[in-house]
């Protein structure tokens, strides 16, 4: 393993902060791979994962069985990991600006066009070299200003060049579920399967450039601005929700370590026999059909359905209860579909999303996943 410690700008004169990186088999050796977890600093299951993710590459390190490279990130918010706000971390925005750590990341696609679309040809290998190497100086070249900029074009610097990105996150109560490009279905459901995630959300644009969609988009673009050249998409990249907040529990996390493991070797970058895939616990459905729940009105929350579980249209999700009056005001469903995540406080004010419903009757449009 080789650690590596890239510097960020300073957020103020005598501090300073690091991304810590981890690398593991060699480079150029085959398909190269980054998993990052906790972009959003307060999201914790990732990071406890990442530390079993460790414990296995190391090993497999060890074996000389990994065929590519890794990069593994074991918290890729050092920022937001410093944000306390009376006791709490608040670690999804940059306290800065508000931005969300987890969007505005620069998009690649226009640049790297104009740099390679006269040289494509139709040799999709040569076609996917050149993407690659001009991904990667299309990051080297990008600026920054402030220290969560610095952050972005780090990690996007980290997996320009990668055929495979998974960024670990997860919900604030919810059953597993992952977030993908809809061209990239059937590897996504591959990944669902082996988490035994109870959603699989599939959008070709999310809306305010998260990291997964800067790292996949743009092999998308180019396929799309070039339909002549052979041009593949070079990276599967998916944002994995594990579950919510509070499910920090060493078995599930050595679980789901075991489980991107043998994604790995399915991709070509570990070695050894496939296990078998096991049977699929959903299907795939639009992100544009999937339903947020919000509260009209301001009030407590009584749930009457937990995630994981599959509603039908008009079902009851939750009461907002008036504390002047008592009033129930009902959240019933709008869609058939899998209730995969809700809000962990119990008091919601108005406008406030308190669940989401993987659905498939709905077309939404715009800021798909929500602040």
């Known amino acids: 393993m080789e650690e590596q410690r890239i510097e960020l700008l300073a957020t ?81 925005f940059d306290l800065h600006d508000g931005v969300n750590f987890n969007r505005a990341y620069a998009d ?14 139709r040799d999709a290998k040569a076609n996917a070299a050149l993407i690659r190497d001009t991904l990667l100086a299309a990051a080297r070249a990008l600026s920054a200003q402030t220290p969560a900029q610095d952050l972005k074009r780090r990690l996007l610097q980290l997996a320009a060049d990668c055929e495979l990105v998974l960024d670990l996150h997860c919900d604030a109560q919810a059953a597993m579920h992952v977030y993908a490009l809809t061209p990239q279905a059937d590897i996504a459901c591959e990944l669902g399967a082996l988490l035994g995630a109870r959603a699989v959300l599939l959008a070709t644009e999310s809306g305010e450039s998260p990291f997964d969609e800067a790292c996949s988009r743009p092999w998308l673009h180019l396929q799309q601005q070039f339909p002549g050249a052979a041009v593949p998409l070079g990276c599967f990249s998916a944002t994995v929700e594990l579950r919510g907040e509070a499910d920090t529990h060493h078995t599930l996390a050595a679980q789901d370590a075991d489980a991107l493991i043998e994604f790995l070797r399915r991709c070509g970058v570990v070695a050894g026999p496939l296990a078998p895939l096991p049977a699929a616990l959903c299907q795939a459905t639009p992100l544009s059909a999937s339903e947020p729940v919000s509260a009209p009105c301001a009030g407590v929350v009584v749930f009457h359905r937990e995630p994981g579980e599959t509603v039908a249209a008009g079902d009851l999700i939750a009461d907002i209860v008036d504390i002047d009056s008592g009033k129930l005001t009902p959240l019933n469903a709008l869609s058939s579909g899998v209730l995969y995540a809700r809000a962990a406080r119990r008091w919601a004010g108005a406008g406030d999303r308190v669940a989401k419903i993987a659905g498939t009757s709905l077309q939404r449009s715009g800021r798909l996943l929500g602040p």
């Not at 696609?109 to 390679?116: D, I, K, L, Q, S």
């Open 12 to 92: 103020a004169p005598g501090q300073s902060t690091h991304l810590r990186v981890l690398r593991f088999g060699r480079s150029g050796a085959g398909p190269k791979a980054m998993i990052q977890a906790a972009l959003h600093a307060d999201e914790v299951p990732p990071m406890l994962v990442a530390q079993q993710l460790r414990a296995r590459l190391l090993q497999l390190e060890a074996e000389q069985a990994l065929l590519g490279e890794v990069v593994l990130v074991p918290y890729a918010n050092p920022l937001g990991l410093a944000q306390r706000v009376l006791g709490d971390v608040q670690g999804r």
């Open 108 to 121: 690649l696609g226009p640049a790297v066009a104009n740099a390679v679309g006269t040289r494509l040809g």
